[in-house]
């Protein structure tokens, strides 16, 4: 238990009061006549002395009392000190942010209590709570809690004491923990501890631990004793370090409880055994006796900074005072205003004491530099670099920065704060002739797009002009922005971010509807179109929004005309794109998509390039059929007519229209589209179009060739009668494997079954869940029959037999190679059926099949069909220039591939040779004879192909040679067409794009000479049949640029015009108004002298064009000229006073009168010898009116800017006037100036007497020093 003399308020008043006796005066009030000056008691009333703390004070009967009733405060303010020992944050960059402020902040809005913190000199934290009582109690238990750094101890009572420390509904206890602002734990029922835990702070956890001791002893059955000792004597009963009472504890066997210092109470409890405890008070008693007789008290004054050096840390100067000298020294609370220290002791040892209080004072000094309060942080330095530097040469000086004061204050030892004080100093005057600050206003709502994303934009600017810019948080709603830095940098940053928030003030935000599904495209492939869009408005922010967000709202940010530009930019863009969204599907044969995509693209690009539209083909290895048209609607239109007009020429395209009843048509399609798509799929694949549902038509379109059509539409008739007549269906089931069997080949087997009992069979297609489903449509008896022979046939695929065949064993690897890949196409074809050859390295021929009969049989015909192939087939050599092998097999070898599918061979390219001249191999002949019998192969026959130009075909010999005349056609051919050497650069056309276009349209290569060989010959390579019209084309192309040539000859007639140099600018119009509207009309060029060059004669004005067209717009001119010169100027003197009035605003007046007269009119320019000349030009009537209107009115403005001169004079008060009387002010009788002739009366124009508010006033000179 400390001991340390810490006063409260009331209790420091109660010592005073002893010393310093005071009489209190009561002043009556006299009424006097409402004509004389109030008295000076009557005028100031005096201030009630305040008297709460004693018992029987009597209430002042003054001014005061009478008219103000005492009032209770609902809202209290208590101020509470965390040292900085115990403060749980201390180390902060800068006070008032981080962890401390969260806390806060949360405390405030938790209790609603407000609070406010600041930093003593000391670094302790002194934090003001203001609010209703309650809140501030639960604020106060908070900030001990979370700032204050906690302690623990254990406290140990009765285990039967505890419910009365808990108190009803645990009230008792909850009070106790607001009330010393701690956290009380006590054991649970079932626990058989009695130890009491106590955490908060140590002040804390000392009251709680004296108020749980005392309801412990008073609910205790030993004896309990209050005795009342005055607080000035309880540190001589503790004595120094508590030895004192310690000992008496110790040997008494008595509690004895003294209340902490910070606690205002005067009583000592005493718990114990009886006789014990009487010892121990009677020695208490006796020491409190002697003291009260023997000892006496001095008052001394301390200054208020220096009280903290006499207390010591935790109170130790205190206790070694008072174990040294046997004096106790009371110093006043640190909330009290008061500086007197009061020491308390015996006569002869006070000096003594006196002499160490005033060594302690003096130990440290205060010392303060002046600062600018914005150099602050650069005295500090960059995480505190520049102050360590004194603080590690003079570790007991403490430096301390308030913040918003031009000061920094320093306090430690006296030699070492000197010499810190000059380096400080030394350090501001270099910093102020080096930095410079300025402060700018700017809306807090632009602050952050100040800073930036992550602060790119402050930090840019921090970086580049070597500036810091100090931007207030958002929370403090601030305007004010402060650069600091050096002076050059710091102008430069103020413009810039002066530009920025100007810039921001003009912009708007606005948001855009725009559907998600178009987001994609505005956007473009990796930001193309979006990219374009913002260099196009380049100071316009666009934000799409997340596409998971599923929004359609596109931002834009920007100025408010940029902003709105690019808001119809966009909507023009997206009304486009819904335009081009129309979509429509066209089934197109199969075999006929390469032609539609046409030559490395070319038709299909054609197509979409003419009609502007999207059009998407299947992939190869795709079942389906539909091409997808995207654009707008008339387009779509026009691209499906020209592809189905391509698929109509290339094959014997038929179309029909049938009518059937709408309301079969979904009967009809059947499920998923089953029972349509295999009609079509039986007749050939033709393609059949049922109307949109819900359009009410009966029109169904069949297209495909003339015979597939007229049978499909038979079936189709036949399938909506019998739906009309009666409609009877069952299902059957048998394996995937075995449906292309009972299909049989071309659909043979089945359609044969359909004849034969007119019943509809429907096998599953890949996209179907069931694939062992297959669906029987028809009249129920031809159902029923159809049933028994498919049932039949599959009886007889479940019936596994086991046969063999002879193959020669040179053929089994043509079956096995790929990976057995015609096996598999047997096996997908025959119902499944296993062939097995027999293992590699033996030289059996045997082939086993196993399978359902009819399967088997037929697979054994088709491995002997193969065999055949195989037996019959040749070799034959396809000789073509290597040079060409590329063109032949085509993009992605294509071609190649369609030759090998459309005549069933086999085609080998040789490799490819890259120095055939060169090399030195022996060649070797086709039948495997060497052919190096010693002769070089540069000796060989020149005639013969070489082997790198030669292709193998194999396959049936018929095939190879209709396959080896394919290859053959496919061998590009040159021609040469003579084309003027002039006119290739026109043919080329820009960056090539005229020869590319016309290579991609005839599906052939160009060849232009190189400039330098000056040759009219255009050489034209490709197929044959593409050549004629490549040439045709070439030719035309040369016709239409020798046409243009022709023109372009007449086209630059030049004709000159000779005009007075002044009349140009008249001619050339208002931002050439004039001369565009001449160039449009004539359709010329006309160009004016160079003012710049001398040589040029600056008289001629040259017309280019059509010498009609030339000569009509010299006509043109001259009619100008001529009404120019008909024109006369005159001057006219026009006050310049009202020459702004007459011009208006931006020259709206001025315009209207000049287009109404028809007249030009000149005013004179800032700093002209005669602002009063103003110059009319115009047709002399036009001039002469346009001059009387004018002064018209200038006599009118004249007047009124006459009469508000006249005002003005009125307004400013005369030079002259005699500065009036000086006031008495106010007067007051019996002042206490006037009481006596030793007091004159207060002078009221002195500061000093009369000070303003937040005035700074001159300390006045006390014998002991200004006070602090």
Known sequence: MSSVAVLTQESFAEHRSGLV??????????????????????????????????????????????????????????????????????????????????????????????????????????????????????????????????????????????????????????????????????????????????????????????????????????????????????????????????????????????????????????????????????????????????TTTIAVEVKKSQHKYVIGPKGNSLQEILERTGVSVEIPPSDSISETVILRGEPEKLGQALTEVYAKANSFTVSSVSAPSWLHRFIIGKKGQNLAKITQQMPKVHIEFTEGEDK??????????????????????????????????????????????????????????????????????????????????????????????????????????????????????????????????????????????????????????????????????????????????????????????????????????????????????????????????????????????????LANIAEVEVSIPARLHNSLIGTKGRLIRSIMEECGGVHIHFPVEGSGSDTVVIRGPASDVEKAKKQLLHLAEEKQTKSFTVDIRAKPEYHKFLIGKGGGKIRKVRDNTGARIIFPTAEDKDQDLITIIGKEDAVREAQKELEALIQNLDNVVEDCMLVDPKHHRHFVIRRGQVLREIAEEYGGVMVSFPRSGTQSDKVTLKGAKDCVEAAKKRIQEIIEDLEAQVTIECAIPQKFHRSVMGPKGSRIQQITRDYNVQIKFPDREENPVHSVEPQVQENGDDAGDGRDPKDADPGSPRRCDIIIISGRKEKCEAAKEALEALVPVTIEVEVPFDLHRYIIGQKGSGIRKMMDEFEVNIHVPAPELQSDVIAITGLAANLDRAKAGLLERVKELQAEQEDRALRSFKLSVTVDPKYHPKIIGRKGAVITQIRLEHDVNIQFPDKDDGNQPQDQITITGYEKNTEAARDAILKIVGELEQMVSEDVPLDHRVHARIIGARGKAIRKIMDEFKVDIRFPQSGAPDPNCVTVTGLPENVEEAIDHILNLEEEYLADVVDSEALQVYMKPPAHEESKAPSKGFVVRDAPWTASSSEKAPDMSSSEEFPSFGAQVAPKTLPWGPKR
């Not at 209340?259 to 055994?273: A, D, L, W, Y």
């Not at 402050?458 to 050096?486: A, F, M, T």
Request: net charge positive; proline share 5%.
């Open 21 to 294: 006796p005071q009489q209190i005066k009561v002043a009556t009030l006299n009424s006097e006549e409402e004509s004389d000056p109030p008295t000076y008691k009557d005028a100031f009333p005096p201030l009630p002395e305040k008297s709460a703390c004693l018992e029987n004070a009597q209430e002042p009967a003054g001014a005061w009392s009478n008219k103000i009733r005492p009032i209770k405060a609902s809202v209290i303010t208590q101020v509470f000190h965390v040292p900085l020992e115990e403060r749980k944050y201390k180390d902060m960059n800068q006070f008032g942010e981080g962890e401390q402020a969260k806390i806060c902040l949360e405390i405030m809005q938790r209790t609603g209590a407000h609070l406010e913190l600041s930093l003593a000199k000391d670094q302790g934290l002194s934090i003001m709570v203001s609010g209703k009582l309650d809140a501030v109690m639960k604020a106060r238990k908070d900030i001990v809690a979370r700032l204050q750094t906690q302690a623990s101890a254990t406290v140990a009572i009765p285990k039967e004491h505890h419910r009365f420390v808990i108190g009803k509904n645990g009230e008792k206890l909850q009070d106790l923990e607001l009330k010393t602002a701690t956290k009380i734990q006590i054991p649970r029922p079932d626990d058989a501890s009695n130890q009491i835990r106590i955490t908060g702070t140590k002040e804390g956890i000392e009251k709680a631990r004296h108020e749980v001791l005392l309801i412990s002893a008073e609910q205790d059955k030993r004896a309990v004793e209050r005795l009342e000792v005055e607080k000035a004597f309880h540190p001589f009963i503790a004595g120094p370090y508590n030895r004192l009472v310690g000992e008496i504890m110790q040997e008494t066997g008595t509690r004895i409880n003294i209340p902490p210092p910070s606690v205002n109470r005067t009583e000592i409890v005493f718990t114990g055994e009886k006789e014990q405890l009487a010892q121990a008070v009677a020695r208490i008693k006796k020491i409190y006796e002697e003291k009260k007789k023997k």
């Open 408 to 649: 920094i204050t320093l306090e430690g030892p006296t030699e070492d704060v000197n010499v810190a004080q000059e380096q400080i100093e030394a350090m501001v005057k270099d910093l102020i002739t080096r930095m410079d600050y300025v402060e700018i206003n700017v809306d807090h709502k632009f602050h952050r797009h100040l800073i930036g994303k992550s602060g790119a934009n402050i930090n840019r600017i921090k970086d580049q002009y070597k500036v810091s810019v100090r931007i207030p948080p958002d929370s403090e709603k601030s305007n004010l922005i402060r650069i600091e830095g050096d002076p050059q940098g710091v102008q430069q940053a103020k413009r810039e971010l002066l530009e920025l928030a100007s810039r921001m003030e003009n912009e708007r935000t606005k948001d855009l509807i725009i559907e998600q599904r178009f987001h994609r495209t505005i956007i473009g492939q990796k930001g193309e179109r979006i990219r374009e869009i913002r260099d196009k408005f380049p100071e316009v922010i666009i934000n799409f929004p997340d596409p998971a967000q599923k929004s359609d709202i596109v931002q834009l940010r920007g100025p408010k005309n940029e902003v709105e530009k690019c808001t119809k930019y966009m909507q023009k863009m997206v009304a486009d794109l819904v335009e081009n969204s129309y979509s429509i599907s066209v089934p197109i044969f199969k075999q006929f998509h390469k032609n539609i995509i046409g030559k490395g693209g070319a038709n299909i690009k054609k197509i979409r390039e003419e009609s502007n539209t999207k059009i998407d083909l299947p992939a190869e290895n795709s079942n389906s059929e539909t091409i997808v048209i995207t654009g707008k609607r008339a387009n779509c239109e026009a691209a499906r007519s020209r592809i189905l007009s391509i698929q109509k020429d």
